[in-house]
């Protein structure tokens, strides 16, 4: 993938400042995919138990194996669904099909781009499916919800022509590398060790930390419990602030426009190179949500006083029980998630702003037409 695909500035360098600590703010829209050869892979990830997409997703696939001469891989559960497996004019395209099973097979390295057929969940996925390089995806608007999502599947062939053909505008969306590191007496709590002795190494390992690449937001909240959570934050590993309350988010510009953005939080655009720590229900009026440079470490961990464990989630899924002595270190991933944009990234954002959460519509007040200034 890494062979097939650059990204580039079509603005050209200028001549060195004299000034060496002036500084060149890039052009939102200055990045542009192009294919070092064309591409010949592409995953086609469809949101699963969704009647509405088959349609779609058929037509897709007979359009890039057919048409396109691309291989096309498809996650085996989904070539599991009642509907396809007894469609037999479907059967011959089937067959050409490529299949992978999440946590089983690594596709990581055979993928040229993405196309991403549901709502900003389906593309959610389709990050968690990479834990380093993530090829470039294409996602289409076939959800509930598509502030992520801006194409419309309507004229699909010819988008993803231009595609294939590359000089597509992309958006670098960044992602956040999480570690969780779980302290040996809480793995015996949760069962890991039996008799005393570790039941195998590998698993202990893996369960003492594990990573994870985070598009949209980690979540800690306090749980089923009745108590307020207390969890200390700590930044480059000085302690900034506990939070006591129901929770707090740590959400990257992407995310700004999701949960955070429900918890209080500004939206912030994807291409600022940030972290938003907003507080959720905090038992505080004076704590407000803040943004911290892209770059930093955080460190989450229970205060030592706190009455009850908390929970952690990783863009809503792997939810796990965080104990006395865990922590969670969280700063920004080195592979972002290269979205393809129907327009611009700038042109693109502000349109799924209007679309998708109705921002500033408001009704308008009426204008002078003669005399109303004079009256009241």
């Not at 890039?26 to 009647?51: E, F, G, H, M, Y």
């Not at 419309?152 to 969306?173: K, P, Y």
């Not at 590998?202 to 800690?220: G, M, R």
Request: glycine fraction near 6%.
């Amino acid at each position: 993938m890494q062979d097939t695909m650059k990204i580039f500035d079509k603005v050209k360098p200028r001549n060195l400042p004299r000034n060496p600590w002036q500084w060149h703010i890039q052009d939102p829209a200055s990045q542009l995919l192009t294919w070092n050869k064309p591409p010949k892979s592409v995953l086609v990830i469809k949101k699963v138990r969704d009647a509405s997409l088959l349609q779609p997703f058929k037509e897709l696939c007979v359009f890039l194996t057919e048409q396109k001469n691309m291989i096309v891989y498809v996650e085996k559960k989904v070539l599991e669904d009642p509907a396809i497996v007894n469609d037999e004019n479907f059967g011959p395209v089937k067959k050409k099909f490529c299949t992978f099973r999440e946590d089983f097979d690594d596709i990581s390295n055979q993928i040229d781009f993405i196309i991403c057929l549901g709502g900003d969940g389906t593309l959610l996925y389709a990050s968690s499916l990479f834990q380093d390089s993530v090829p470039p995806v294409m996602a289409f608007h076939l959800g509930s919800l598509g502030f992520l999502t801006p194409f419309s599947f309507d004229n699909f062939q010819t988008q993803v022509t231009q595609v294939i053909e590359g000089n597509a505008a992309l958006v670098l969306r960044s992602r956040l590398k999480v570690k969780v590191h779980k302290e040996k007496k809480n793995l015996v709590q949760n069962g890991v060790e039996e008799n005393g002795l570790i039941v195998n190494q590998q698993e202990k390992d893996h369960v003492k930390q594990t990573k994870y690449q985070v598009l949209n937001e980690v979540v800690i909240d306090r749980g089923p419990s009745s108590y307020l959570s207390n969890v200390d934050v700590f930044l480059d590993g000085h302690l900034i602030t506990t939070v006591q309350g129901d929770g707090v988010i740590v959400s990257t510009p992407t995310g700004s426009t999701a949960y955070a953005a429900a918890a209080g939080a500004s939206m912030i655009h994807p291409n600022v190179p940030a972290i938003m720590i907003t507080p959720i229900c905090p038992h505080s009026l004076s704590f407000r949500p803040i943004v911290v440079p892209a770059g930093v470490e955080l460190k989450i961990m229970l205060s030592p006083d706190a009455r009850n464990t908390a929970w952690v989630s990783f863009d809503g899924r792997k939810r796990q029980e965080v104990c006395h002595g865990d922590s969670i270190s969280i700063t920004t991933s080195c592979y972002p998630v290269p979205s393809i944009c129907f327009r611009d990234p700038v042109n693109d954002w502000f349109d799924s702003l209007a679309e998708c959460l109705h921002w500033n519509v408001r009704k308008k007040q009426n204008h002078f037409t003669g005399d109303e200034e004079e009256e009241y």
